[in-house]
């Protein structure tokens, strides 16, 4: 199947600062990348539909001046997490699919904020 | 109402049980549906499709039932290896953005 990688798979960091979390598909082009964010014993929640070239689209809710999304290329996407507080803590994941059917889910990325 | 809503069990069964699930969604428009699987700090992986006429895949077989909006999972001859969770998605009416379930937490005991 296709493969999707995340960088870095864990980081912990300051309140306040910065994380940067990218997404790659590594043998397709990926049309549409998602992302997601799962807390503990609860479902992904998506927070952004990202297309190649294009703004992403934020679900309700979720701050897009907090959760920076920049689709560069068709294989590459990124999440910033910008002023970082403890509450966003969680497990971020993306998917990118190339057909609008079939996601394929990267390994995650676990944040912690102290 | 929540848009795909499933059962969280834990469903605990033996092994060599058949063990059923089922997911209701609330958008009459949604046209595609998948089960994912997901194991304990591990990102989803996609387990089956779930097409209007049904489909199997060796000891899993999923269902569609469009009047009652839901979708279902059936495990036959449960493995030790089965244990984890089950996510029910499905695609926003008219989009592919999709919607994903709580999950369904399953456990095979020996």
């Known amino acids: 199947g296709a493969v999707v990688s995340q960088h870095p798979s864990r980081v912990i960091c300051k309140s306040g600062t910065s994380v940067k979390i990218e997404c790659r598909s590594l043998?397709?082009?990926?049309?549409?990348m998602f992302w997601y964010r799962q807390f503990p014993k609860k479902s992904l929640m998506l927070m952004a539909t990202s297309n190649e070239g294009s703004k992403a689209t934020y679900e309700q809710g979720v701050e897009k001046d907090k959760f920076l999304i920049n689709h560069a290329s068709l294989t590459l996407s990124t999440l910033t997490v910008t002023s970082a507080h403890p509450e966003d803590s969680s497990f971020y994941i993306c998917s990118a699919t190339d057909s609008w059917e079939t996601q394929y889910f990267g390994p995650g990325t676990r944040l912690l904020v102290l | 109402r929540k848009e795909v809503e499933q059962d969280p069990g834990p469903f605990n069964v033996p092994e060599g049980a058949t063990v059923a699930f089922n997911c209701t969604y609330s958008?009459?428009?949604?046209?595609?549906f998948f089960w994912y699987r997901q194991d304990c700090r591990k990102e989803p992986k996609l387990l089956m499709s779930v097409y209007s006429s049904g489909n199997e895949d060796g000891r899993f077989t999923a269902q569609l039932n469009r009047a009652s909006q839901y979708i279902s999972l059936l495990i036959r001859d449960s493995k030790l290896s089965d244990s984890a969770t089950y996510l029910c998605?499905?695609?926003?009416?008219?989009?592919?953005?999709?919607?994903f379930g709580r999950g369904t937490s399953l456990i095979v005991h020996p």
């Open positions: 043998d397709f082009q990926a049309t549409t």
């Open positions: 998605v499905v695609n926003r009416g008219g989009s592919y953005i999709p919607t």
């Open positions: 958008n009459s428009a949604s046209q595609s």
